[in-house]
């Protein structure tokens, strides 16, 4: 069964952050502060508090900054890997990967996150809960949303019709994907629910990273999901946002324009202030 033991967290925090200038022309997105901290030095610790200490941090752009942050945290494992070119999510978690191909004798898990999305510890355990529960290869962090401007800047799923969708907290089904898609247009979307880029993997995952570049010039991570669906692999889904998602409240959770800044500052000094958060 997956533990915490064979589990590394995996954040993809190589990027340039060119929709945040000015500001990420001198500081790299993973090092805005929310209400105070770091947004990565945010996520580490809350993984740090769901039990998951074993990290993996993919940098790039002012790699130097991040890593001096970093090493500020104890207790941690911690391990770099860098991205020379940003090519794509997907390039960038098989950067991350490569080193386990030869481990074939354990069964590794990977949470895989960006580093512009914090979500609580009981959110990352409800995840890895339904890993464990639905023997699942993938496991997609979801946001529900009638908001059909939601799909500029997320990748949307289809549902199987034998999901129950009363159903997409628990941690026991969740929801059976069957397809996904990266950025569709209005008449493409396939359901209410968006996948958020937070993620667990197994190892299977390594076999579907080689994919083609989309029409952005990357290699998107929903174009090696959408393989290992075809594969019969299972991938499930959970809505990890207690609230329907719009345009306008979005940058709260996703860090992308200067004005989510803001937002996502004000939902912390709430959450700070009402818990032991650091």
Known sequence: MPSSINTYVIILAAGKATRLRPL??????????????????????????????????????????????????????????????????ADGLLLCL???????????????????????????????????????DIILGLMKSKDKKIAIG???????????LNRDSDIKHGLKIVDIVEKPEENQILSEYYSLPFYIFNQKIIYYLEVDFSF????EMQDSIKASIKKGDIVRGINIIDRDITI????????????????MDKRFRYIDKNSSFL
């Open 248 to 263: 306008e409240n979005i940058g709260s959770y996703h860090l992308t324009f200067m004005e989510d800044i803001i937002k």
């Open 24 to 89: 990420s022309n001198t500081i790299p997105k993973p090092l805005i502060k929310i209400n105070g901290v770091p947004i990565i030095s945010r996520i580490i610790h809350t993984f740090k508090e769901a039990g998951f200490i074993k990290f993996i941090i993919l940098v790039g752009y002012k790699q130097q900054a991040i890593k001096t942050e970093l090493f500020k945290i104890q207790d941690i494992e911690l391990e770099f890997i860098e991205q020379t070119n940003q090519l794509g999510m």
């Open 98 to 136: 490569n080193q386990f191909k030869e481990k074939k004798q354990k069964q590794f898990n990977f949470f895989v996150t960006a580093a512009d999305v914090v979500f609580s510890k009981q959110k990352i355990n409800q995840m890895f809960s339904l890993y464990k529960n639905a023997s699942a």
């Open 154 to 164: 997320h990748g949307n799923v289809k549902i199987s019709k034998d999901s129950e």
């Open 216 to 219: 952005r010039g990357e290699k």
